[in-house]
């Protein structure tokens, strides 16, 4: 790294040191005696106000009446300030009586001396401010500031982030009310539900393929009917077409109470599990909810 690399940094460093702490303008602000800080604040403030105006003027087309206030605004920040001690002294700048007397180069020095009015009162702006106003502002800038990281973490965490997701399809439900995305949707009081006595599959794609460690299953109840969940079943776990794990399983019997099994998968990259009910408790099979870890 260069030398003048570091000083950049250096600088940088120490702008935005001053842009969370304030240090530098609290110790300007304490520099000045309250009571010329009110006066210069009021004269500031009044200066602002004829700035606006003689805008609106220029803009109203008045530019000669525009171009004198705009002076008399400068005069009086600048007067305020030097009595402060925070600014040296100017010449005095003429201005045209009449608004056929404004030439182009009158409306670059219009242009100037607002920039230049804009520096004066951005450049003091501890005289405006308290310690209170100074310990506000800074606490506002925190809070802006952490807000704005937060915004970005979230946006970095929605382009990257890859949505997971479990894709259910069934051979047969009992009705629409007890379709397979029901295995799906998180909440388990919704089932899906086979037809009465019938056997059956439902089947998860795994979005986008990934491990699976081990599948989760609760039992379809039916509340509040309570007569239908599945009794053996049998898993069988796919990667790209093939069959990478088979288990059988069961729920010993019905229970109007949420009943998970477990099953043991430890593969890769799966990408579909298909779940067979082979029988059934009381009048029919399914699941309340499918998850995988
Ligand atoms: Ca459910």
Known sequence: ??????????????????????????????????????????????????RGAAEALWIAGFPADALRLLIDALALARGALT???????????????????????????????????????????????DKRGIAQKRVMRAAATAAAALAA?????????????????????????????????????????????????????????RKV???????????????RSTHEFKVEAFSKGQVVKTADGRFEAFSAEPTWRTVEIGAASVDRIRIEVKTWHLSGGGFGEIEVD
């Open 153 to 209: 973490v979230f946006a970095v965490y929605y382009l990257v982030r890859t949505p997971r997701v479990l894709k259910a399809t069934a051979s047969a439900m009992w009705d629409q009310r007890y379709q397979a995305s029901n295995a799906v949707d998180g909440n388990d009081a919704t089932d899906w539900v086979l037809p009465d006595r019938t056997p059956g599959w439902i089947e998860v794609q795994v979005i986008p393929p």
């Open 1 to 50: 790294m260069s030398s003048v690399d570091a000083t950049r940094r250096g600088r940088l460093g120490d702008r935005a040191r001053e842009w969370f702490l304030l240090r530098d303008l609290e110790a300007r602000a304490e520099k000045v005696p309250a009571e010329v800080r009110d006066k210069t604040a009021r004269a500031l403030a009044l200066s602002a106000q004829r």
């Open 83 to 129: 009595e402060a001690g925070l600014e040296a002294k100017a010449s005095p700048i003429d201005a045209p009586a009449l608004d056929s007397e404004v030439t182009k180069e009158h409306a670059a020095e219009f242009r100037a001396l607002l920039a230049e009015h804009s520096r004066l009162v951005a450049g003091h702006q501890e005289l405006a401010l």
């Open 213 to 227: 460690a081990r599948l989760k299953l609760l039992n379809a109840r039916n509340t509040p009917y309570n007569d």
